[in-house]
């Protein structure tokens, strides 16, 4: 029943669609309506106006992006060990403020570092400047054992104790004194024998007058021979006294001049062996100084500026630590933080000082936090080449500040962290849509 019923509307409908269309049914129903027409003309022109006005409004800024590390003009500083052994700490707990140059744990060997602490006290108030001065050399323990440091620091002490001798013996002080007290009695001598000069040529001067007076009376046979002789022997004896007199006053001169020659040279040989202490005990101290340095460097872990200290580990004493194992970072105090952008070369002509910079940090999810605005405040003039993933990159070195600080566009503040690393999109020119437009057709025509 149903078929017969199915295949009598299908026949309805063939006929209804095989007869012809009066003319004016044709034309009613191809003649469109003028209100209609008009109506669809006003909402394609207000779509393209929108479209304009959406062109106008809408930016759509170009950017070149880069890798961007967070940080501050002092960077966090990892300790690590340069010896192998067990670990002493002298703080506690991570987190913990520190001074430059504390001591925050150090590796246990043959040197006690107690001991070593207190000789270094010491050592630190001494002036090698200040030449001669001993007075540290009470305060230094003499039987000491200091491991690898024993035969520095007993050169040292060596030293300073050839210094104290050469300071308070005064050997050559001594000597210039004797020779000094020598040389004023060789004065004296040489100004007695002057003096007898004096008087031996007076006698001289008598001797030769009374032997030309018995000369004359002998000759007038006034006076016998035996006088005459005897004058001529007192004249001889005193030409002979004269003499005798100038040698001792050529002697006492010359000895005296030998003493002044032997203090000189004492007095050389007093610098000499001054400065040969001198410079021996600047060596010695010089040396164990340096030595002392290296040893530190080798076994102590000193925070290079104040900050915080923070474990790597959950240390504990005596623990064992590997050479080259990272053991502490020292986080500096807060500082304004600046970003650190490595930017390719490619595209970044275009960056210039003072564009707008969209941080999103890899620790702050986006969607959730939002981006940090900054501002671009240097570039490097010159490039350099940085090993990534993908191969050798040539790349430019840009810095950037916060205005807002680490405040997201969400307006959440963010906590500082070092070395926070994330994506730097650099707004080189904000471009409305229609320019772009505009930009690709001159493009496509100038083509």
Same mark, same amino acid.
């Given at each position: ?27 009613? #129903? ?26 106008? #409004? ?5 950017? =070149?992006?880069?890798?961007?590390? =967070? *940080? ?11 010896a192998s052994g067990k ?10 403020? =520190? ?19 207190? #000789? ?10 200040? @030449?001669? *001065? ?8 003499? &039987? ?41 009695? &060789?004065?004296?001598?040489? @100004? *007695? ?5 004096? #008087? ?21 046979? /006034? ?29 006492? /001169? !010359? ?6 020659? @032997? ?11 001054? !400065? ?8 010695? %101290? ?33 623990q064992f630590v590997q ?31 003072? &564009? ?54 969400y307006g959440k503040p963010?906590? %500082? ?24 057709? @001159? ?5």
């Open positions: 029943m149903e078929p017969l019923e199915n295949n009598t509307k299908d026949d309805t409908a063939e006929k209804y669609l095989g007869t012809e269309r009066t003319e004016e049914v044709r034309d009613i #129903i191809e003649r469109m309506p003028a209100k209609f027409g008009l109506r669809i003309s006003l909402i394609v022109i207000f779509i393209f106006l929108l479209l304009v006005l959406f062109g106008f #409004i809408i930016r759509y800024p170009d950017i =070149v992006k880069g890798q961007v590390t =967070v *940080n501050t003009s002092i960077a966090p500083v990892k300790l690590v060990a340069n670990i002493k700490l002298n703080i506690r707990n991570s987190q913990t403020p =520190v001074q430059s140059e504390e001591v925050v744990a150090y590796i246990k060997n043959a040197t006690s570092y107690d001991t070593l602490r207190m #000789i270094k006290e010491i050592l630190d108030t001494y002036n090698p400047n200040n @030449k001669g *001065n001993t007075n540290i050399l009470s305060k230094l323990p003499s &039987q000491v054992a200091l491991g690898e440091l024993t035969s520095k620091y007993y050169t040292f002490l060596s030293s300073m104790h050839q210094m104290a001798n050469f300071k308070n013996d005064r050997l050559y002080d001594k000597q210039i004194a004797s020779l000094q007290n020598l040389y004023q009695h &060789q004065v004296n001598e040489e @100004k *007695n024998s002057i003096e007898r000069i004096g #008087i031996n040529r007076d006698n001289l001067q008598y001797a030769e007058k009374f032997l030309k007076r018995d000369s004359q009376l002998f000759e007038l046979r /006034a006076s016998s021979e035996a006088s005459l002789d005897k004058s001529k022997m007192d004249y001889l004896n005193s030409r002979g006294q004269l003499s005798i007199a100038h040698s001792g006053q050529i002697e006492a /001169a !010359k000895q005296a001049q030998q003493t002044i020659s @032997k203090i000189t040279e004492i007095d050389v040989q007093k610098s000499e062996k001054r !400065k040969e202490v001198e410079i021996t005990l600047l060596a010695s %101290f010089n040396d164990l100084m340096d030595n002392i340095a290296l040893w530190e460097q080798k076994y102590l872990f000193k925070a290079p500026f104040k900050g915080r200290v923070q474990f790597l580990k959950f240390w504990t004493d005596d050479a080259q194992e990272p053991v502490f970072t020292i986080v500096p105090e807060a500082e304004t933080p600046y970003g650190q952008v490595l930017l390719p070369a490619v595209g970044a002509g275009k960056v210039t000082v003072g &564009q707008e910079v969209i941080i999103k940090l890899d620790d702050f999810p986006y969607n959730e936090y939002g981006s940090i605005t900054g501002k671009v405040n240097t570039i490097s003039l010159t490039t350099q080449t940085e090993r990534t993933a993908q191969g050798d990159v040539e790349i430019y070195l840009v810095t950037v500040t916060f205005p807002n600080g680490l405040r997201t566009n963010i906590a %500082f962290r070092h070395e926070a690393k994330g994506t730097a999109e650099i707004i080189t020119r904000d471009r409305r849509l229609i320019e772009r437009l505009f930009d690709n057709l @001159k493009y496509a025509l100038n083509r």
